[in-house]
C-alpha cells in the first residue's frame, strides 16, 4: 500500500514541502530510499527500525520503498525520521489514514523513540500555516519556537507514542497553549553606557549611529574603550518589532543556534574573531548555512581589529552592506538570506601602537598611519558613515566616580529619533536614514545656501568622495531628527563633516 505524509526541508531560511511516499508491499525485505537523500537521511532506515521495535510495534519483513518529493532537490538532516515512521504505522492500520493529510510532521527519533530537536522548526511552522495544515507535529524542545506562528494547531510531543495516541484521537493530547506574551523575551541588557567612563563624544557619535542605522568605525590605541563601548550599543537600541523577531528568530533557528527560550527577542550582537573564513562570515558550505552577517540581521556586526580580516573577507562585506541580503550560489541550489545590519568596526592608529610608549603616549606618524591603512579598500571605508578617533582615556576619567548618562536615556532620544523616520518614509520600505538611496537625499536633505558653501569647502579640501557627500548628508539628517529638527541646519552639517575627518588619512 501507499502512504504519503508531508514533511519539510529547508533551503536558506524558507522551508518547502517535502512529500515523503511510503510503499510497502509483498517481495524480499528490502528497504529502498530515493529522491536525493543525503547521509543522514539514508542513515534513517536504523533510527526508524530501532525507534519502531524499541516502542512495541511489530513491523512485518516485507519490502519498503520510500521518496522524497520533489526529487530534483538534495534533502538532508534527520527531520524526516518522524514522517518516515507514520508512513510505516499507518500499514499497521492503527490509526486512521486520513488524519495524516491534516499535519506537517518534523522530528528526529532516538533509537527508545523519543523526539529530538531540529533546526528549522519555525520556518516549517509558517510554511504549515501558509499551505493550509490543520497543524504540525514537532519535538517538545521545539514547541516555543512554533508557537510563535499563530491560527496553528502546534503538537509538541515527546515520542513516537504520543504521536500515535494523537492520532487515534487522545483527547489527552492537545496542542500548545502558550500566550505570544510568555514566547517574547524582555530586552534586558547585563551591561550599560553608565559604565563607561569619559569618551563623551564617542558616546554620541554612538547614538548618532544607532539613530539613523549607520556603520561606524573606532581608532584608537589598545584600552581606550572601542570593544566596551561596541558591546554596549545594542543597549541604546530600538526594541524590535514582532515581524523583526519572527524573521532573526528563523535565521537562528535555521542554524540551529537557537536556545531554549523560543524566540530571539533582543537585537544581535555578532563580534567574529579576524580569523573567520569567507564561509563564516557571509555564508556557505556545501549545504549552504547563514553566516555572521546574517545572524547579525536587524543588530549590529562589530569586527575588531579590522585591518587584522582577509582582505578577501572584508571585500565580500561591500554588496550585503548595500543591498541587505547576501546570494550563495553553489552547483545545486541557490540561497538568499537577509543580512540589515549595523557594522560597527575598530582597529589602532597604526600597527605598533604602543611600541615605545613606556616614556608617554605614543603618537603614530602619518606615514606609519597610511602604511596601516592601506589593508583596507576604498570602496569599504566610503561604506562606513562615521569614522572617528578614540584617544586614551584621561587618569582624571579613570578615577572618578560620576557615573555618565545611561543607557535608558540615550535610547528615549534614539527611539524619537526613528519615530520621526517612521513617519517620514511611511510605506516606502525604508526603516532608517542610512537606507536612503539619491531621491529620497534629495528629497529630504535640502540644505541651504550656507550648508552648501560649507558641503562645498569640505568637497575640496578633504577629497571626499560622491558616496561619502551623500553619507554626510545622511548622518546629518539623523542629527538634525535627534535634535527634533525638520531642516538640517549648518551645525548639523558641521558634526556630520567631523565624524568623516578621517578620510585625509585614505
Known sequence: MLFRIAGASLLGIEAF????????????????????????????????????KNCGYTVSSRKIIINLAPADIRKEG?????????????????????????????????????????????????????????????????????????ELEIFALDNLVQVVHMLQGDEGIRPARIRLEDLLPESRHEIDFREVRGQQHVKRALEVAAAGGHNLLMIGPPGAGKTMLARRLPTILTGMTFDEILEVTRIHSAAGLLKQGGAVGTRPFRAPHHTVTRAGLIGGGRAPRPGDISLAHNGVLFLDEL????????????????????????????????????????????????????????????????????????????RMDIMLEVPKVEFRDIISRAEGEGSKEIRSRVEKARAAQSRRFGKSGLYSNSQMRNREVKRYCAVGREGESLLEAAVDRLGFSARAYHRILKVARTIADLDGEERIGPEHLSEAIQYRMLDRYF
Open 17 to 52: 514541502i517535502v512529500e515523503v511516499e511510503v510503499d510497502i508491499n509483498l517481495g524480499l525485505p528490502d528497504y529502498v530510499m530515493v529522491g536525493l537523500p543525503d547521509a543522514s537521511v539514508r542513515e534513517s532506515k536504523q533510527r526508524v527500525r530501532a525507534a519502531l
Open 307 to 382: 585591518p587584522e580580516f582577509p582582505g578577501e573577507v572584508l571585500e565580500s562585506l561591500r554588496q550585503p552592506l548595500e543591498d541587505g541580503r547576501v546570494t550563495i550560489t553553489r552547483s545545486a541550489m541557490t540561497v538568499t538570506y537577509p543580512c540589515r545590519f549595523m557594522l560597527v568596526a575598530a582597529m589602532n592608529p597604526c600597527e605598533d601602537a604602543l611600541f615605545g610608549a613606556s616614556a608617554g603616549e605614543f603618537e603614530c606618524t602619518d606615514a606609519q598611519r597610511i602604511r596601516y591603512y592601506s589593508k583596507l579598500s576604498g570602496p569599504l571605508l566610503d
Open 78 to 150: 534527520a527531520a524526516f525520521d518522524l514522517p518516515i515512521a507514520m508512513g510505516i504505522l499507518a500499514h499497521l492500520d492503527i490509526f486512521p489514514e486520513e488524519r495524516l493529510r491534516d499535519f506537517l510532521f518534523i522530528g528526529e527519533l532516538a533509537f527508545d523513540g523519543r523526539l529530538k530537536p531540529g533546526r528549522g522548526v519555525l520556518s516549517a511552522a509558517v510554511l504549515a500555516r501558509e499551505k493550509g495544515f490543520r497543524g504540525i507535529v514537532i519535538p517538545k524542545a521545539n514547541e516555543k519556537e512554533a508557537s510563535l506562528v499563530r
